[in-house]
């Protein structure tokens, strides 16, 4: 149990194209999901929490502009990358909270703009 | 606040021998804290928890941990290590913020294992 999956786990994109990743609660349902990203040799930095029927919470100094987060339903939260910059180029995760305050991660997104 | 210092970014040990994996943190709350293992481009594993109870974690894979209040230190430990256990390795603890359970890593340790 305790599944989460990620959509696409690489996509290579152009400079200035948006880009969507979904990531999904398999066999539970997830109000909250949580929105991280990887720098190589890093460590996780929180993005934002995603909140199912209501809009994200982003940490301090994450454009909320350009990292897009909607929880369209209890299963299914999507991170769109818009007007992608090379910058952006990273290994985004997603996790979904269980019920001893530990997280259940997702494979992960390696997202390269060019 | 809540943090997390993972001390030695890099620990080699040989295959059988003993894993050492060293984790201090600092909350003003009783701490959550846990193990997670990073393999190359995958996400992050759940290999241990410590939230309440026994103080001695056992989790997956043969690690396990000993959370110790007098040192804010959870350690993580392996008797015998295996070529498998190559990997990253994150400490964590859970903060309370902005209405959620979100959870702080440690900058992480790379584990080698070597013939």
């Known amino acids: 149990g305790a599944v989460v999956s990620q959509h696409p786990s690489r996509v290579i994109c152009k400079s200035g194209t948006s880009v969507k990743i979904e990531c999904r609660s398999l066999d539970f349902q997830a109000t909250t999901m949580f929105w991280y990203r990887q720098f190589p040799k890093q460590s996780l930095m929180l993005m934002a929490t995603?909140?199912?029927?209501?809009?994200?919470?982003?940490e301090q100094g994450v454009e909320k502009d350009k990292f897009l987060i909607n929880h369209a339903s209890l299963t299914l939260s999507t991170l769109t990358v818009t007007s992608a910059h090379p910058e952006d180029s990273s290994f985004y995760i997603c996790?979904?909270?269980?019920?001893?305050?530990?997280?259940?991660f997702g494979p992960g997104t390696r997202l390269t703009v060019t | 606040a809540q943090s997390v210092t993972q001390l030695g970014s890099h620990v080699s040990v040989s295959e059988g021998a003993l894993v050492l994996l060293r984790c201090n943190y600092s909350?003003?709350?009783?701490?959550?804290l846990f193990w997670y293992v990073q393999y190359p481009n995958q996400g992050l594993q759940l290999l241990l928890k410590?939230?309440?109870?026994?103080?001695l974690v056992k989790g997956i894979n043969g690690f396990e941990a000993e959370f110790k209040k007098s040192e804010t230190s959870f350690h993580l430990t392996k008797p015998s290590a295996h070529m498998s256990d190559a990997a990253e390795y994150f400490c964590?603890?859970?903060?309370?913020?902005?209405?959620?359970?979100?959870?702080?890593f440690g900058a992480g340790t790379r584990l080698a294992v070597h013939p």
């Open positions: 996790s979904a909270p269980g019920r001893s305050y530990e997280q259940y």
């Open positions: 410590y939230t309440t109870g026994a103080t």
């Open positions: 964590a603890v859970t903060m309370f913020s902005g209405g959620y359970n979100k959870l702080i």
């Open positions: 909350s003003s709350v009783p701490p959550y």
């Open positions: 995603s909140n199912e029927g209501s809009k994200a919470t982003y």
